[in-house]
Structure formats: structure tokens, C-alpha cells
């Protein structure tokens, strides 16, 4: 990851007393971390990582008269100086990184685990970095903007701190490190904090799917009269849209005509939500009636590397580790859409992808 890191930890270090005796304990969320004792606040149970976090968000919602957790982000006197909204770290996306932070523990971030298990980064949205955007002109083209860290992008250019206006909780895929988590084995629907205008977007994207990724890549979408991309399916192109939690997915691994609509994240087994699936990388040929009309999501090409199979022989889904410590995992990494293996952040590579849902027998 292209960011300053190690400054950033060691700043946090000496700037605050959170209370903690080992820095890499704030890293998200490995071993536990202490709190801060000034607050009475015994983090991993009662701050972030609350009894009530049954929803995922941690310290960034559920705020309530009796939770005490604006305070583990934001320092009220003598905050650090050169700082921006009385916060530890001088950027917003510092401050982020002092607890998601993939290096500190090591490789146990939503950035980070990749360098962590030693493999090499072939596609990024990096951080602190870059303000070009691939495809981001409406016209096709790449495009500049003016994102929220000093111009660069950065984690809240995607993502609000205080969970505010975010899209629709959906079910997602990644692996949570901490065994004390309880969400980690329940429903996995939440917001992923999630704006529903990335920054410099006009218009509110309420779900997460084509629509989202198109508030920066205007230029990737499909329309009469646009640039000449694959087809996708978004407002563009119909007035109801897929989106990444509810698109047709095949209804097993094995089956060879019949799709249900669903999640392409994790879907429910009697009473917990931790099936994984490939289900929905794939489509039948001929198309399915769940498929008329409609174009694949974004989600569908682009997400983390993995090995899909084909349509009916989906390759399982397993992750029995979190960050990609078990290299046989499918997919190793869930870290779509900070990092990837793969190049463009393309969930197979090659001919491999086309073939999904383009099998010989489909072309003239
Ligand atoms: C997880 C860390 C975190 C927590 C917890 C948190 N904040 Fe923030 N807060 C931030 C960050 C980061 C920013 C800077 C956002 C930006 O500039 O886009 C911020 C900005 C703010 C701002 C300035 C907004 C502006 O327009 O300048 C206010 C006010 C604020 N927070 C209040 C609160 C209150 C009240 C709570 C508790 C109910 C809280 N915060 C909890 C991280 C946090
Ligand atoms: C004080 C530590 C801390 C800081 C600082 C912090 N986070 Fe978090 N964050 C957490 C914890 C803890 C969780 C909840 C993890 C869990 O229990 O599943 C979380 C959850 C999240 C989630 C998942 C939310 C969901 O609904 O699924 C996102 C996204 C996220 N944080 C992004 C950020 C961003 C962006 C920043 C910087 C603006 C930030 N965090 C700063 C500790 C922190
Ligand atoms: C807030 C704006 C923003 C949003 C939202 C966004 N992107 Fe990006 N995207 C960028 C920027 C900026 C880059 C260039 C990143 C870099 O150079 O590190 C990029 C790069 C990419 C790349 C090329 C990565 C590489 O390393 O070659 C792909 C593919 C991509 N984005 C797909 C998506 C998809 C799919 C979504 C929706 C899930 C999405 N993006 C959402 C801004 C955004
Ligand atoms: C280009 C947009 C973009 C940027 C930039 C970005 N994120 Fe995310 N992030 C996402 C999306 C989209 C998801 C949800 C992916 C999913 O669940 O399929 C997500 C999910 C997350 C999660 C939840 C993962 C889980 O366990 O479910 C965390 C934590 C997180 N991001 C932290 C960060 C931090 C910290 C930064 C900056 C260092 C950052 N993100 C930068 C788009 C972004
Ligand atoms: C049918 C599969 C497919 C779909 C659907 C798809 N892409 Fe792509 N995308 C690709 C492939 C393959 C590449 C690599 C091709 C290349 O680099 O020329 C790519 C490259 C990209 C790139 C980086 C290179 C560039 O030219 O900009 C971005 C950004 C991108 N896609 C964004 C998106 C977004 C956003 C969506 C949804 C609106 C989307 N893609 C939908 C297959 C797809
Ligand atoms: C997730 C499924 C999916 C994947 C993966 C996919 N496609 Fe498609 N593609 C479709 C669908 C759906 C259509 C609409 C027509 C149809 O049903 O075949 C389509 C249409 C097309 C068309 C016709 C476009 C037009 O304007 O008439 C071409 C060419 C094409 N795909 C090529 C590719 C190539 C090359 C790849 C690999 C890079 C690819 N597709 C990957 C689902 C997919």
C-alpha cells in the first residue's frame, strides 16, 4: 500500500494515551485492546467492539446517552496540533489506519494482508496517493478529482466515519479477525459504512452495486449513446437494477439452469449467515428469465480473486482463516475493493472470466 504508515503508529504512540500497552492491540481487530481507562471504558467489550455491536459498526454508530465512544476518535482539549477535527492523527485516513491497519499486526487490515502473507499487490484503490480515475469521464476517459485527503483519495472519500447517510446493509464476504466477534459468525449485513455519495458524486446511491462504483468510474457504465463498454446493469440501463445483494446466483454449486436472487456476499444456513458461494459469477446459456433485461453488476467481473468454476461445477467457497493465512482458501483474500492479487481487481484473469458466462457452445 502506498501510504506512510509507520509514522502514523508512531505518532499515535506518543500523541495519545489510549491506554494501550501494545500498539499493534488497536490493529483491526486481532487481540484485544484495553481502552481507554480515563473513560471507564474497557474497549473490546464495551466501546468498540460493543455487546450491542451486533451489526458490525463498532465505534462508528449506534451512539447512544449511555455509550461512550466519541471520545476513543476524537480528542476534545490539547488534540494534537496540525490535526483536523480534534482527531489523533493529522489526515482522516492516519486515523482510520490506527485501528484497520494492516501492517501493525501484521497483515490483518483491509489493506496490508496481501505484503502480510507475502504475495505482491497487482490492483489497488491506494490511498493517500493518487487523484486520477480510471474511467472516471463520463465520456470513457480517465478523469481527475479533487478527494478529501489534501486532494488524493483516501478512506473517507468511500466511507463516513460516523456511519451517516450510508447505503443499504448488504451481506458481505470478508472474514473478521477477532475470535471475540460475535457479528463474525452472525448475519453479516451492515453498511460497511458506505456513503452514498462518494465524494464529488450528485446523486445518492441508496444500494451498493453498479450505481456505486459508477459515482467515480462515470465512464464504465452502459447506455445508448456512451463509451462502448460490456454491458452492465445500472440506472443507466434499467429502472431496477441487480445490485451486489441482489442479483441472480445460481441456487447450488451444482445446478445448471435454476438461479435464485440473492446475495453474491454470504447467505443464510438455517439461523447464521456464513454460507460463501461463487454462485453468482457464473449465468447459464441460454440466460435464465431472472437474467432478461438485465446486464451482470460491476461485482461480477470486478471483486476479490478467486477460482469460480463453471456453471454447474461452481468451484465451493472457503475461508477458514481471516487476512489469507490459509493459501488454499477460495477466496484467499476478501479485501475487494482495497487491494488484490489479480490485476484490476478482476475476479478470474484471462479467458477464464469470459467464460463464466460465455461458454463455447454461446458464440457463433
Ligand atoms: C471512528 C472514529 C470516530 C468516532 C468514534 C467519532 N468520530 Fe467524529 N470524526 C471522525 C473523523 C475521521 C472525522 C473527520 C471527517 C471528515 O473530515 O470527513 C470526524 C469529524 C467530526 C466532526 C466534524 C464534522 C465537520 O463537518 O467538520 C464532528 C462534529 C464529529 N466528528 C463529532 C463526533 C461525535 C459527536 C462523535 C460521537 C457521537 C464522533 N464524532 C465519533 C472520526 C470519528
Ligand atoms: C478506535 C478504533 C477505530 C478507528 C479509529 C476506526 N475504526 Fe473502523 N471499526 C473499528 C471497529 C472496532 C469496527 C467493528 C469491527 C467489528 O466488530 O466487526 C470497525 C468497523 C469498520 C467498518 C465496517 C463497518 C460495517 O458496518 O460493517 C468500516 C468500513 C470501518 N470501520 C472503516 C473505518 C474508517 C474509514 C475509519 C477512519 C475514518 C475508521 N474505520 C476508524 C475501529 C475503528
Ligand atoms: C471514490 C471514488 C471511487 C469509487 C467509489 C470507486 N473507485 Fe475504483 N478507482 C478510483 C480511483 C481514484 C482509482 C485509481 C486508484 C489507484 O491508482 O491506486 C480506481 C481504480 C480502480 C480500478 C483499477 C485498479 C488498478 O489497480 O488497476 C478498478 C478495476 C476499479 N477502480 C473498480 C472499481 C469498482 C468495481 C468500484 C465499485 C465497487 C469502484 N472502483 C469504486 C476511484 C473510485
Ligand atoms: C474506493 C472506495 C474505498 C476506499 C478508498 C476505501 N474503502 Fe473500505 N470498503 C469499500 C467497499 C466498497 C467496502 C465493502 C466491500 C464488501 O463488503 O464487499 C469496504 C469495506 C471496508 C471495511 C469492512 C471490511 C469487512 O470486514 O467487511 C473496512 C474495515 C474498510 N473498508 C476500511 C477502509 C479503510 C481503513 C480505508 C482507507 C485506508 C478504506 N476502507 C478505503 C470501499 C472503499
Ligand atoms: C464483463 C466483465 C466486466 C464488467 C461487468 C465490468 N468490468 Fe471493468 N474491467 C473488466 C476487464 C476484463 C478489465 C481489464 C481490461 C483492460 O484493462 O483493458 C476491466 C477494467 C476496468 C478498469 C480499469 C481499466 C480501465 O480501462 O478503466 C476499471 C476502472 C473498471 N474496469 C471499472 C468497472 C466498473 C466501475 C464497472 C461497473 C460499472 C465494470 N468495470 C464492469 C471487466 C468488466
Ligand atoms: C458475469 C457474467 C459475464 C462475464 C464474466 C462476461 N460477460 Fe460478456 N456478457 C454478459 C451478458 C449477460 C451479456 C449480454 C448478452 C448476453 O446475454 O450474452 C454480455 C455481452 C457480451 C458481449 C456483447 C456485447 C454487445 O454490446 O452486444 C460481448 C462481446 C461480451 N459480453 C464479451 C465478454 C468478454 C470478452 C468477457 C471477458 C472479459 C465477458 N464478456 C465476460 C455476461 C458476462
Redesign the pocket.
Known amino acids: 500500500m502506498k501510504v506512510k504508515v509507520c509514522c502514523a503508529q508512531i505518532a499515535l504512540l506518543t500523541l495519545i494515551a489510549m491506554g494501550c500497552s501494545v500498539m499493534s492491540a488497536v490493529a483491526f481487530p486481532e487481540t484485544s485492546y484495553p481502552g481507554r481507562d480515563e473513560y471507564g471504558d474497557t474497549c473490546w467489550y464495551t466501546n468498540c467492539h460493543a455487546v450491542s455491536n451486533n451489526d458490525g459498526t463498532g465505534p462508528h454508530g449506534n451512539y447512544s446517552a449511555t455509550s461512550n465512544v466519541c471520545s476513543l476518535c476524537h480528542t476534545v482539549h490539547d488534540a494534537p496540533t496540525g490535526g483536523v477535527a480534534l482527531l489523533p492523527e493529522p489526515t482522516v485516513t492516519g486515523m482510520c489506519l490506527m485501528c484497520h491497519d494492516g501492517t501493525g499486526s501484521p497483515g490483518s487490515g483491509v489493506y496490508g494482508a496481501i505484503i502480510g502473507r507475502g504475495l505482491t499487490v497487482s490492483s489497488e484503490h491506494s490511498v493517500n496517493a493518487t487523484n486520477v480515475i480510471p474511467g472516471g469521464d463520463i465520456g470513457g476517459g480517465d478523469t481527475t478529482r479533487d478527494f478529501s485527503e489534501g486532494g488524493v483519495l483516501g478512506c473517507g472519500d468511500c466511507h463516513t466515519p460516523h456511519g451517516s447517510r450510508t447505503v443499504a446493509r448488504f451481506a458481505g464476504e470478508r472474514s473478521r479477525n477477532s475470535t471475540k466477534d460475535t457479528f463474525r459468525n452472525a448475519e453479516l449485513r451492515s453498511t460497511r459504512l458506505l456513503k452514498q455519495l462518494p465524494t464529488g458524486a450528485t446523486t445518492p446511491v441508496v444500494e451498493y452495486g453498479s450505481d456505486w462504483c459508477m459515482a467515480c468510474h462515470a465512464g464504465r457504465g452502459?447506455w445508448i449513446g456512451g463509451p462502448?463498454n460490456?454491458?452492465v446493469d445500472s440506472k443507466l440501463t434499467t429502472s431496477a437494477p441487480y445490485v451486489y445483494d441482489r442479483v441472480p446466483r445460481m441456487s447450488s454449486d451444482t445446478a445448471t439452469v435454476d438461479q435464485v436472487v440473492g446475495s453474491m456476499g454470504r447467505i443464510a444456513d438455517g439461523t447464521e449467515w456464513r454460507v460463501r458461494h461463487n454462485r453468482?459469477?457464473?449465468?447459464p446459456?441460454p440466460?435464465t428469465v431472472l437474467?432478461a433485461g438485465?446486464?451482470?453488476i460491476c461485482m461480477?467481473?470486478h471483486e476479490d480473486a478467486r477460482s469460480v468454476g463453471a456453471v454447474g461445477a461452481v468451484a465451493s467457497a472457503t475461508v477458514s482463516t481471516p487476512n489469507g493465512t490459509t493459501a488454499t482458501d477460495n477466496p484467499r483474500f476478501q479485501n475487494f475493493p482495497h487491494e488484490s492479487t489479480n490485476p484490476k481487481f478482476l475476479?478470474?484473469v484471462g479467458?477464464d472470466?469470459?467464460?463464466?458466462?460465455?461458454p463455447t457452445e454461446?458464440l457463433p
Not at 453468482?280 to 449465468?283: L, N, R
Not at 472470466?353 to 460465455?358: A, Q
Open positions: 452502459s462502448m460490456h454491458p453468482a459469477f457464473v449465468m446459456w440466460r437474467q438485465h446486464a451482470p461480477q467481473c475476479v478470474e479467458d472470466l469470459c467464460t463464466n458466462c460465455h454461446q
